[in-house]
């Protein structure tokens, strides 16, 4: 009989959890709160119980289960799984690892959850299989996740693919929550979209933007499909910044793909097409033609999946 | 008694070869021409009988070497050691691999030479065994290898690490060889810096380096040690954009050392001091505290040992 793998994807309001066939497919996907009390103590012995009450439910054998991949927030220590700071969760040195194995006697391999959802779409999602792959979430914030050599990139300190802090506004630009200013951040996220649009509706009030009650990333995209030039230019600017960042990016690492996840990339092929025209300008001919764009597939799933693929590895 | 692994640097001119303890000790360098005739296809001839004459000269035993690792220009397919083009060798579509190991009936790894070299600084040199590493040429071009976990990145169709095409002056900037604009080798390299130095000198033609019958990346260096303003505004302007294109790479791959080698990397800290503090303006903190910046210790010796690195892990 096939093993089944736990993917587990902890956030701050809530906690995905999924049983993952070894060809990753989910089998069963639940959610629980997140109880943040107690500086986040309870999370594992919850998950413990969550993942033993669900055998129960579908009358399985708990040594079916194999393993347990788990994505978190925060500051982590891959190998040994530590946490040194999650602060939406509440955790402070806290050995995630060691405690979620102590609850469910399951082997537990641990990532930051933009990590894994990027390993999700790497195996069943968007990237398809890609070795070489980087993962873009344009949200609240912009964040990355680079998988090379078909294994994820940490760097030195676990910081690799924290591309929302490259610089695209060198000098003068707009203040980031990292502490620097002109961070691709600061252009490229949500937040830092409807920031420009709010500043071009001030100095172009004849847009239809300025008829919206609050103007979102989305709204600036529909008015740049129905021809508002204003919306228009607000989305090559942020093409631009973007389509040069990672066309830097992937002349540096030469990914196969580039799946781009997050709010913003509901947008689709309004956002795709004017960003590949711009990434094309500045990635090498051979960069170019190598690197695939694709929105994430997954969804909220992909953490889940991507944890399974980790617990898999071992 | 210890085996010996055989490093070779194949370049337009002369072929450099070494015997390399597994400690990574050079036993004997030495060098021979590099013969285009025939579309390069004596190379592999010449490396065979090379290797075996050197043997008989130190009056070891052919037995004695365990493998080689070669370094050679040009697109390579780097599993199968296929060699699409090289021009400056002359090989088009030649089996590099395959026919050295028909010469030598040693196993033989093949990686580009910017790639060994990395390797050979990772190894034995400034890299001081960093995992994460990323190696960055100043030559009359501006080439660039990256180790991640201990391996190189070669990406999806062996780009990886062409650093001397991410983009610096999106608009308006020099022409590159590469058939874009405004990338850092037209501004980093020591083509780029006497560019930069010849723009200064005809706009500032009161500076000492007006003075000079060639100005080059050297001289530049020299003046603005001594204080002269015009060269101090180039190495400024160079170093700008050197600190931020290394930064944004840095915030994507987090490196433990960033290597400084080629011709301009001679200026030692007149240019990693600037160089330094432009990159931690741009750098996140803990980004910029985990990156140590070294200059390129091994010289012409990194193919050789980074060719035996290869070699050893087979």
């Known amino acids: 009989m096939d093993k089944w793998y736990v993917g587990v994807d902890i956030g701050g309001t809530t906690i995905k959890l ?6 990753g497919e989910i089998v069963t996907k639940w959610e629980i709160p997140t109880d943040t009390n107690n500086g986040g103590r309870n999370i594992t012995i919850h998950i413990g119980q969550a993942i033993k009450s669900k055998c129960s439910e579908l009358n399985e054998s708990y040594d079916r289960l194999q393993a347990i991949g788990v994505g978190a927030p925060g500051f982590i220590e891959m190998k040994t799984g530590f946490i ?32 894994i959802a990027a390993l999700g779409e790497m195996w069943k999602g968007a990237g398809d299989g890609a070795a070489d792959l980087l993962c873009v979430t344009l949200g609240t914030g912009v964040g990355g996740g680079l998988v090379t050599n078909g294994q994820i990139l ?9 591309i929302g802090h490259l610089t695209s506004i060198p000098e003068g ?3 980031c929550n990292c502490g620097k200013t002109g961070c691709l951040e600061t252009i490229a996220s949500a937040t830092g979209i409807a920031r420009l649009a709010k500043e071009a509706i001030d100095k172009n009030p004849q847009t239809t933007l300025a008829n919206k009650a609050e103007v979102t990333s989305k709204e600036v995209f529909e008015a740049a499909a ?3 030039e204003v919306a228009l230019e607000v989305v090559d600017e942020v093409c631009f910044h973007l389509g040069l960042a990672l066309a830097n990016i992937a002349n540096t690492v030469n990914p196969a793909k580039i799946v781009i996840g997050g709010g913003v990339s509901k947008a689709g092929d309004h956002l795709l097409n004017p960003l590949a025209r711009e990434f094309n300008r500045f990635a090498l001919g051979r960069v170019a033609s190598g690197a695939e764009f694709k929105i994430a597939s997954l969804g909220n799933d992909a953490g889940i999946i991507g944890g399974a693929w980790l617990a898999k590895q071992g």
Chains 1, 2 share one sequence.
């Open 18 to 23: 999924g049983f993952v066939t070894e060809a």
């Open 84 to 115: 040194y700071q999650a602060v939406n969760i509440g955790w402070k040195d806290f050995a995630l690892k060691d405690e979620l194995e102590k609850e469910t006697g399951l082997q537990v391999t641990v990532d930051n959850d933009a990590n």
């Open 154 to 162: 940490h760097g030195v300190n676990g910081m690799a693919g924290e």
């Open 173 to 175: 630009g707009a203040p």
């Open 226 to 228: 129905e021809g508002d």
